[in-house]
């Protein structure tokens, strides 16, 4: 797993973003080197200051046929850890073997 190409790069971010116009903060891309494989759980860490500060994370990305799916969690905190957590499990990433890999894009709406 890599940063892809496209990451984004910094941006002022307006509260209120929900839905279709949540911000891109993340683009991960996972290869496979000589076996295919399918990612079903991901687990992704926000510094707590900032997870307080998200509606939720969503995911954006295709399985082995193509399809786009995108997939919304809530973030977790808790007064005694440093990051907040957002689990994702039941996901189809497909990941092909070779050089062309799989982007995963993650997107944080604001409250």
Do not use: C, R, W
């Not at 683009?27 to 991901?42: C, E, M």
């Not at 809530?74 to 497909?94: D, E, H, K, N, R």
């Amino acid at each position: 797993m890599a940063l892809s190409a496209s990451n984004p790069v910094n941006a002022n971010v307006l509260a209120g973003l929900t839905g279709s116009n949540q911000i891109e903060v993340a683009d991960y891309t996972f290869t496979a080197q000589n076996t295919p494989y399918t990612v079903q759980k991901l687990e992704i860490t926000i510094p707590s200051n900032a997870a307080t500060s998200t509606t939720g994370v969503t995911l954006q990305y295709n399985d082995a046929n193509g399809t786009q799916h995108a997939v919304t969690s809530a973030v977790t905190t808790s007064a005694t850890a440093s990051v907040g957590t957002t689990t994702f499990s039941g996901l189809s990433i497909y990941v092909p073997e070779g050089s062309q890999g799989s982007d995963v894009k993650v997107f944080v709406g604001t409250p």
